[in-house]
């Protein structure tokens, strides 16, 4: 059974400082996936990672993936407010094409001022 | 930029009876799925539906979950006879085609079971 581990489950930062969201997961997977999610609100793609060192950046936010060590990253820098909100990291089951994701715990992110 | 839309956005029920939670996909897409998120727990996958047919379902998805998709564009879950444990958030979601990576996720609908 694919299990999603996150950590930290919670985390407070100052603005402006950096942080790293750590995913690993417990069996084989090709691509892993990172999702942001506001209060209330629904899933928003943030990353498809496919490939073994794949890396990935959006504005403040990296993510890159090491297939052999089961590990994926969603690095912040330099975090303003507006990053605030539940981070997830989700893999598929399976390789197949239903897509089906298992998805991490989910890392609540708060930036203060 | 086009969106999955889900209605109702709440659904407030009594336990045993039955609920139906519709959801509209990307106009394109192919492949059709539904999560559930419990209130403060991780997302589930419940079942993915392509071609007019389950692709795959969890352990969740038992006798009492079906879905459909009635026309071109409505997609649907169908809970029989609600029970408690079923409160939570429901998600839709659709993927373009088969080799597209992404989800696009709906705004879900919180389904409380009273």
């Known amino acids: 059974e694919l299990k999603v581990e996150q950590n930290p489950l919670f985390l407070s930062m100052q603005e402006g400082k950096n942080y790293t969201i750590y995913c690993n997961y417990s069996t084989t997977s090709d691509r892993l996936y990172w999702y942001r999610q506001d209060p209330g609100k629904s899933l928003e793609s943030l990353f498809v990672l496919l490939s073994n060192g794949a890396v990935k950046q959006e504005g403040r936010l990296m993510a890159s993936l090491d297939t052999k060590a089961r590990l994926s990253t969603l690095h912040i820098t330099a975090a303003v407010h507006d990053l605030s909100a539940t981070y997830f990291c989700a893999a598929p089951i399976s390789s197949g094409s239903a897509r089906q994701l298992t998805f991490g715990s989910g890392t609540q992110l708060t930036v203060l001022p | 930029e086009p969106e999955v839309t889900q209605t109702p956005s709440h659904q407030v029920t009594q336990m045993g009876q039955e609920v139906i939670l519709r959801c509209v996909p990307i106009?394109?897409?192919?492949?059709f799925y539904w999560y559930r998120q419990i209130l403060g727990q991780k997302v589930e996958f419940l079942v993915s539906f392509y071609n007019n047919e389950i692709s795959e379902k969890s352990e969740i998805f038992d006798d009492q979950f079906s879905v459909e998709r009635p026309d071109g564009s409505n997609f649907t879950l169908k809970i029989r006879s609600t029970k408690l444990e079923d409160s939570a958030m429901y998600f839709c979601a659709s993927r373009l085609r088969e080799k597209s990576e992404k989800l696009f996720f709906g705004s879900g609908t919180q389904l409380s079971v009273l």
């Open positions: 106009s394109n897409h192919l492949y």
